[in-house]
């Protein structure tokens, strides 16, 4: 027998069918083992030596595939063509080494796509492991570890508050920072445009002012609206006939296939996708063997791909649309081992694949390999100049006409931040005509900072400055949106407070680590390893020469000594200049005090000088700060039944109440759902008053009440809770009601969850009677008639499913009978304590496993 291990259960599949009955295909499920979180993981001392530890929910998987390798003949690595492939392959051998489980023959196979002729062809060329991709891994793996381990304690002392930092993804947040603080600094300009419309033949077109009083216009140059209204009134005064025509050809020509970060920017232009969605779209599509390997820089394709790509373009448009000769694309990656095949389809025959992003994903990729093999597009830019014959004031009319599509029949390319360019159809013309002149517009303007980043534009920022590299960037992207350093605004990254903290620290106390040139530079020498150029402890060495001096430095200096330098850094954008003359840095509370940074237990925060006389606070980059400033408790006023005092505060996690003073005062937070202007000294004492007695619950005789806790407002009966829909319920909400939604809550399976509710619902099931429903589970989605569940196939999209596609999904799984695993536990049950009644049911899970 032999045993073939790839990542996927997915892929395990989809490749077992091209193999004969000689072969076991089994799921790593990924990674099997990492680095344990914590310190002396990574050895510098001892040659940079790691320990491995594998992961908990790996032991099941492991045992498996030890099991089977012990029968097994020959062992096959198939995992993913690339670094953290050769590395998954890697620790799966020393792990059976270790087990004494490692079958005498062990070969690395490789294939770029999952196709039957790409795996059986890869099956009958084995390679032994690439060390110097794993010695590449090990330097990255090591890398990241140490900058983690090493620079985050020195975070959580210094800089309370922040999470972590790390080699790329600190550098990929300055360039969300660094754009920001552009934006900031930007002085927009105000200009004015003159636009003359005009007619010829029946064809309308506009043309700009190009020309006044004999000088050249460009974008700013008239900057008043005085001008601006002169100008307007002279080619109003006009008469205009055209001086010149100039046409000049143009070619366009197709752009090469996909590598990952041009599909990550792509998807993101076009489909509205987050690079991490895009990865997990095309990770689903690359097992069921529907595109080539998706993590690649190359743009290369093969020889047959292209010729069946030419073939498709044939038969689809005429012979004019497929060049006389096949299209040769080079890449770009310095790394010929990590430099695979471009992202292209499997089969070019296929022009649909799946249903929803699945389907919208695939046909991206099929029309841009398909496309980049096509003729290029044949346009011609014509540029129409119109005098009023002294030549003082002339008007310019552009147009582009598309002579040959070409590619742009099947696909054009997405653009960052692109002005519109000027492609209206010009009516035809020639020297001496004098078009009608219907009008003159005026319009106002105003220049624009630079636009913040979106996905697509900071993976291109990324890969154009050599940070990071494709296969990882979506992980970066997410990483900084998990630790909330930034948020997502209409597709746009805008840094958070905590974000602009990070970088400020890293800037003024770990600068070079965070120079874009030092990143890329490290990234090139980690290149060097996986293209054995260069050996990687060596690598490691000289950055833990520098670096681990560095922490040692910063964290010498005192608390006091990093806020300071930190005010400073900051001072531009926590104290801008208020444009008068006046110090921007005056307390506003007591009008003689200076706001300066502070460090406090729980983060940063801005104070007045003359605190403790002026309570003047605000929260930066804190949990519950929104930039509101905070002068110290505010008498609500008396609560008349104890005679203490209420008072409104700011705290840790937003603000709250309290009545009276010292350890014994009652306390509650305020919801974020009461209005500001509600909320006053009776709504206070109503909230210190919580909990509130609902009343007896007919059927138990047990209290049911309802109050406000960590999790939001809720009723309480019986030690199970049901949510309450917002803070006002709490004193509205009655017996009836109560009781009816404590109901709903123990429908829905446990304590403090309402029932499920569907996310579609479709008709009844023609057989079973019950009403289909689509439901989100642990797992994923699936469709359930109210008897039979079915999980929906990675390549379905929930939001494109049909009721045709349900009731099949439903009819299929009812069709194999009830689950393996639910079989098996009723078996166990029915027979007497026997020996062999108790081994029976335990080999049959051994197998099912």
């Not at 012990?70 to 670094?83: E, Q």
């Not at 154009?464 to 900084?480: D, K, M, N, W």
Request: some cysteine.
């Amino acid at each position: 027998m032999q045993l073939v291990i790839v990542e996927s259960p997915a892929k395990a599949k989809t490749i077992e069918k091209y193999l004969g009955r000689d072969f076991k295909v089994l799921a790593s499920y990924g990674h099997v083992r990492d680095l344990p979180p914590k310190d002396g993981s990574v050895d510098p001392d001892d040659g940079f030596a790691m320990q491995w530890q594998l992961y908990p929910d790996k032991a099941k998987r492991l045992k498996e595939i030890s099991d089977a390798a012990k029968g097994a003949d020959r062992l096959i690595l198939a995992t993913d063509p690339d670094r953290e492939g050769e590395a998954i392959s890697w620790h799966v051998q020393e792990l059976l080494r270790s087990k004494k489980a490692l079958p005498e023959v062990v070969d690395r196979v490789t294939f770029n796509a999952i196709t039957k002729q790409a795996v059986t062809d890869a099956m009958a060329h084995p390679r032994g492991l690439d060390d110097d991709l794993i010695d590449a891994y090990r330097a990255r793996r090591a890398l990241d570890y140490l900058v983690g381990f090493t620079l985050s304690p020195v975070l959580w002392r210094k800089l309370p508050g922040a999470k972590s930092a790390g080699r790329v993804q600190s550098v990929a947040l300055r360039l969300v920072v660094e754009r920001e603080r552009e934006i900031e600094a930007f002085a927009s300009q105000q200009y004015w445009s003159v636009t003359g419309l005009f007619e010829m033949g029946g064809t309308p077109f506009k043309a700009r002012l190009s020309r006044w009083k004999g000088d050249k216009i460009e974008r700013l140059s008239i900057g008043s609206e005085a001008d601006a209204r002169a100008a307007e009134a002279d080619v109003k005064a006009g008469h205009f006939t055209v001086d010149a025509v100039e046409t000049k050809p143009l070619t366009r020509n197709p752009p090469p296939p996909f590598t990952t970060s041009t599909l990550q920017q792509e998807a993101a232009r076009k489909l509205g996708f987050s690079a991490s969605h895009t990865m997990r779209i095309a990770q689903a599509l690359y097992e069921d063997g529907a595109i080539t390997y998706m993590r690649t820089d190359g743009v290369q394709m093969d020889g047959s791909a292209i010729s069946a790509a030419r073939k498709a373009i044939a038969d689809r448009y005429d012979g004019g649309y497929v060049p006389d000769k096949p299209r040769q694309y080079q890449t770009k990656a310095k790394n010929a081992q990590e430099a695979h095949e471009a992202i292209r389809p499997t089969d070019f025959g296929k022009d649909k694949v799946g249903g929803g992003d699945h389907a919208r994903l695939y046909d991206l990729i099929w029309k841009r390999a398909l496309a980049s093999q096509m003729a290029s597009a044949r346009l011609e830019r014509t540029s129409v100049d119109l005098s009023d014959g002294t030549g003082r004031t002339m008007l310019r009319a552009t147009g582009q006409v598309v002579k040959f599509p070409g590619f742009l029949a099947l696909y054009d390319e997405g653009r960052d931040d692109a002005e519109d360019e000027d492609a209206r159809l010009l009516p035809a013309m020639a020297k001496g005509d004098a078009p009608a002149k219907t009008g003159v517009e005026v319009e106002r303007h105003e220049t624009q900072p630079p636009p913040r980043y979106s996905e697509a534009s900071l993976v291109k920022k990324m890969e154009e400055l050599g940070i990071g590299r494709p296969s990882t960037y979506a992980s970066i992207l997410q990483v900084l949106k998990d630790r909330a350093y930034v948020r997502v605004e209409k597709n746009r990254f805008l840094p958070e407070e905590s974000g602009r903290l990070l970088t400020a620290f890293l800037e003024r106390f770990f600068e070079r680590y965070v120079e874009y040139d030092f990143t890329a530079g490290l990234e090139e020498e980690l290149d060097d390893v996986s293209g054995g150029r260069a050996q990687w402890q060596a690598v490691l060495d000289r950055f833990w020469r520098d670096f681990k001096p560095r922490t040692g430095e910063v964290m010498e200096q005192k608390p006091s000594e990093i806020t300071a330098a930190l005010d400073e850094f900051l001072g531009p954008y926590l104290f801008p200049d208020k444009g008068d003359g006046s110090d921007p840095r005056v307390c506003p509370n007591c009008g003689t005090g200076r706001l300066a940074l502070r460090g406090g237990k729980f983060g940063p925060f801005i104070a007045c000088s003359n605190y403790p006389e002026c309570k003047f606070t605000r929260k930066f980059a804190q949990p519950g700060g929104n930039g509101e400033a905070d002068t110290g408790p505010e008498t609500l006023g008396i609560d008349p039944a104890s005679g203490l005092e209420v008072t409104k505060r700011s705290g840790r996690f937003g603000p709250y109440i309290q009545l009276g003073e010292g350890k014994e005062a009652k306390r509650s937070s305020i919801p974020r759902d009461i209005a500001a202007e509600d909320f006053d000294l009776n709504y206070a004492l109503r909230l210190l008053s919580l909990p509130r007695d609902v009343g007896m619950h007919p059927e138990t005789g047990k209290p049911i009440v309802a109050g406000l806790g960590r999790y939001g407002p809720y009723l309480l009966h019986d030690g199970k809770y049901a949510k309450l829909t917002g803070t006002a319920e709490i004193f509205e909400i009655g017996m009836n009601a109560a009781v009816a939604r404590i109901a709903d809550a123990a429908n829905g399976g446990g304590r403090g969850r309402a029932k499920a509710e569907p996310l579609k619902t479709f008709g009844a099931h023609p057989t079973s009677g019950g009403e289909i429903k689509l439901m989100a589970g642990r797992f994923g989605p699936y469709v359930t008639d109210g008897t039979t569940n079915a999980t929906l196939p990675k390549t379905v999209e929930p939001d494109a499913l049909t009721e045709e596609e349900a009731i099949a999904l439903i009819d299929a799984r009812a069709a194999k009978g009830p689950a393996k695993g639910k079989k098996t536990a009723a078996k166990k049950k029915a027979p007497a304590k026997k020996a062999t009644a108790k081994k029976a049911p335990a080999k049959k899970k051994a197998a099912a496993e």
